[in-house]
């Protein structure tokens, strides 16, 4: 039986390819391509195909989650969740560069950590899913992978404002503006924690932890948000 160098790679992806020269297609760098004479194909079309398949099953993902987002929540979130930063940081986390195959020049100048290089491949891994498996593979990457970045992807678009966009959903779904109750302190005077509660019309949203109120404030409001995704 021959092995499946593979393997250890599928497993943190979530998915087990069936042709596994769709995989092996994905993990191909154009210059390995450029100095194989026996490799037909690299990684760019599947890189293009998973862009498109990546960026459907997190657009539908988003928008069954965040029922309560409009058009410009969900782009941002989605565009925050599927750059090159993000798509690297990935990669990077399920050692992908360490399958790359790249050319010699490629290889010696650092290649496999290459942040362009890491997204495109990840990107590829995808399309090469989406051939062999149809968007079910992919799904199954995308849990894996995707969804667990999603609450980190969604901070990231708040900035510094949480309580601003808590303000604005509130009074788009509501009319009314959020409030916010401290409702515990705790710890000595220069380790002190509050714990405060944001509230629309009266009903708990959120509740935040802080070394001071505005930070407490702030958390409640992320919360807030964050479980009307849920």
């Excluded at 986390?93 to 100048?109: C, T």
């Excluded at 989406?130 to 969604?154: M, N, W």
């Excluded at 959903?169 to 405060?196: D, I, L, N």
């Amino acid at each position: 039986m021959i092995r499946n160098p593979y393997r250890p790679l599928e497993k943190k992806l979530g998915y087990r390819f069936s042709r596994r020269r769709h995989l092996e297609t994905a993990l191909t760098h154009r210059s390995f391509r450029f100095e194989s004479s026996d490799v037909a194909s690299d990684n760019q079309r599947l890189e293009f195909l998973g862009d498109a398949a990546l960026g459907l099953l997190s657009g539908a993902y988003l928008f069954e989650k965040f029922p309560d987002f409009q058009e410009g929540d969900l782009t941002r979130v989605r565009s925050q969740l599927t750059n090159t930063k993000t798509l690297a940081r990935i990669a990077a986390s399920i050692d992908l560069g360490q399958y790359l195959r790249l050319g010699r020049g490629e290889q010696q100048s650092g290649g496999q950590h290459r942040s362009s290089n890491l997204s495109d491949c990840l990107e590829a891994v995808i399309g090469g899913a989406f051939v062999d498996g149809g968007l079910r593979a992919v799904k199954k990457i995308f849990q894996k992978l995707f969804a667990p970045e999603i609450e980190a992807a969604v901070k990231d678009i708040w900035g510094e404002n949480p309580k601003g966009a808590l303000q604005e959903m509130s009074q788009r779904r509501w009319k009314a503006s959020p409030r916010y109750r401290t409702v515990k302190e705790e710890g000595p005077a220069h380790e002190r924690v509050f714990t405060v509660e944001a509230l629309i019309n009266g009903q708990v949203v959120g509740t935040g932890l802080g070394p001071n109120k505005r930070e407490a404030e702030m958390d409640a409001a992320r919360q807030a948000m964050l479980g009307m995704g849920k």
